[in-house]
Structures are given as structure tokens and as C-alpha cells.
């Protein structure tokens, strides 16, 4: 392997260092943030660290196919050094700036979306059920006024109407009687 190659790929190597640094760092904000169980802190620790040690064998593997040396480990360590001495707080600073950006356009767009989709639906809605309800109470009054009007135009007919459904019940009633009296009857005789 060349010279040339071998500077290239530490190089290569302490740029992935300071990366590992920046992931490091945003993977810390972001789990600090959320609050997670110590259960599921811990696998996503195991999965970040081989998602790590994954990117860097596949740069690895492009830059110089996948040969492992010393000088490889040094500037891993080099590019984290530097990182963490000179931007970490400074990343930091603009991830957590990123994160509050975010946040605030997230309520902005929820605002947009109650403003300009929720509230006109709530409104039609609204307007609707208002107008079938008043709808609905013209005509159960119109209906109401109509059925009082036909109870009082059939009133002088209804004292005749019971009287004959009286003397209808009485004459039917009579007739059952009589007609169980006389099938009973025939029953004794048998």
C-alpha cells in the first residue's frame, strides 16, 4: 500500500472520528431529551455503537479495502480529540437551536392546519346541525299546530265515535261470552 493511500485513509479515519464525535453528541441530546426506560436506553446504546463501528468498517473497506492497521485507531482518536475540543459545545449549541426551530415549526404547521382546515369544518358543521335543528323545529311546530287543529275540527265527532266504540265493545264483548258459554257447554255434554 502507498504512502499516498495510507495518508488518505487516516485522513479519511479522523474525519470518522469527528463524526462518531457529532453522532455521539446527537444521539446524547436527543436520548437525554426523550426520557426513555433504562431498558431501551441500553439497546439503543448497543445500536448506535455498532451502527458506529459499521460506517466506519464500510468506509474503511472503500477507502483502503477494509486492512486494519494502527495508524487507522490513531486517527479515529485524532478527528474525536479535535471534534470534542473544538465544536462539540458549539454543536451542541446549534443541534439544541435545531431542535427549538423544529419544535416551533411543528406547533406552527398544527396551528396553520386548526386555522385553515379544523376550524372551517367545525364551522360548516356547526352551521349545518344549526339550520336541520331549526329545520327540524319549524317542522315539528307546523306538525304540532296541524295536529291540534285536527283534534279540534274532529272534536264534536269524537263524543259520537266513543259512544259508537262503546256499543260496538259491548256487543262484541257479549258475543265472546255467549259464544265461550256455549262451547263450553258442548263440552259437558260430551
Not at 40 to 58: A, E, N, R
Not at 110 to 127: A, H, K, T
Not at 166 to 173: D, L
Request: contains cysteine; glycine residues 8%; hydrophobic residues 55%.
Amino acid at each position: 500500500m502507498s504512502i499516498a493511500v495510507q495518508i488518505q485513509t487516516v485522513l479519511v479515519m479522523s474525519a470518522c472520528g469527528a463524526l462518531m464525535g457529532m453522532g455521539y453528541d446527537t444521539y446524547h441530546v436527543l436520548t437525554g431529551r426523550s426520557r426513555l426506560p433504562a431498558w431501551l436506553l441500553f439497546v439503543c446504546d448497543v445500536l448506535f455503537w455498532l451502527g458506529s463501528m459499521g460506517l466506519v468498517f464500510f468506509i474503511l473497506v472503500k477507502v483502503n479495502d477494509g486492512i486494519v492497521r494502527f495508524p487507522i485507531f490513531l486517527g479515529m482518536l485524532f478527528g474525536a480529540w479535535v471534534y470534542f475540543v473544538i465544536g462539540s459545545k458549539k454543536y451542541i449549541q446549534f443541534l439544541m437551536a435545531v431542535i427549538k426551530f423544529c419544535k416551533w415549526l411543528y406547533r406552527t404547521i398544527l396551528r396553520v392546519i386548526d386555522l385553515l382546515i379544523i376550524r372551517p369544518i367545525l364551522f360548516v358543521y356547526r352551521l349545518v346541525f344549526m339550520l336541520l335543528a331549526s329545520l327540524y323545529a319549524a317542522v315539528m311546530t307546523v306538525f304540532g299546530f296541524g295536529w291540534k287543529l285536527a283534534r279540534y275540527t274532529a272534536s264534536p265527532f269524537a263524543r259520537w265515535g266513543r259512544h259508537l266504540g262503546k256499543k260496538m265493545y259491548r256487543n262484541t264483548t257479549g258475543f265472546w261470552t255467549n259464544w265461550k258459554n256455549w262451547f263450553h257447554s258442548k263440552k259437558k255434554q260430551e
